[in-house]
């Protein structure tokens, strides 16, 4: 099994700064993945921001120039700093991470969510 726990949301106002971060433990052999999802209320979940073992990463539209995901491959943790915020980017948002556990069977996990909620 591998855990995913989510930490850093919270209530900010508009144009404010959060960073939140996850970290993965259990049976890892290796992680190729790691991503930050988010689900706003009635909407479907959404891919925010994804980074590879390697460093490259992709954003969703509306967050580039403003949120930056980066890892810690030793510490098996994935960061995303969000400046800039907007009220539309009230959401849960949700680590996910896929790769090889010890017995070397895949694997891709949920955290289980964090609240990020932007103020006007």
């Known amino acids: 099994q591998v855990q995913l726990v989510e930490t850093g949301g919270g209530l900010v106002q508009a144009g404010g700064s959060l960073r939140l971060s996850c970290a993965a433990s259990g049976s890892i052999f290796s992680i190729n993945a790691m991503a930050w999802y988010r689900q706003a209320p009635g909407k479907q979940r959404e891919l925010v921001a994804r980074?590879?073992?390697?460093?490259?990463?992709i954003y969703e539209d509306s967050v580039k120039g403003r949120f930056t995901i980066s890892r810690d491959n030793a510490k098996n943790t994935v960061y995303l700093q969000m400046n800039s915020l907007k009220p539309e980017d009230t959401a849960v948002y949700y680590c996910?991470?896929?790769?090889?556990?010890?017995?070397?069977?895949?694997?891709?996990?949920w955290g289980q969510g964090t609240l990020v909620t932007v103020s006007e």
């Open positions: 996910n991470a896929d790769g090889v556990m010890s017995y070397f069977h895949q694997f891709q996990s």
């Open positions: 980074i590879t073992n390697g460093g490259s990463t």
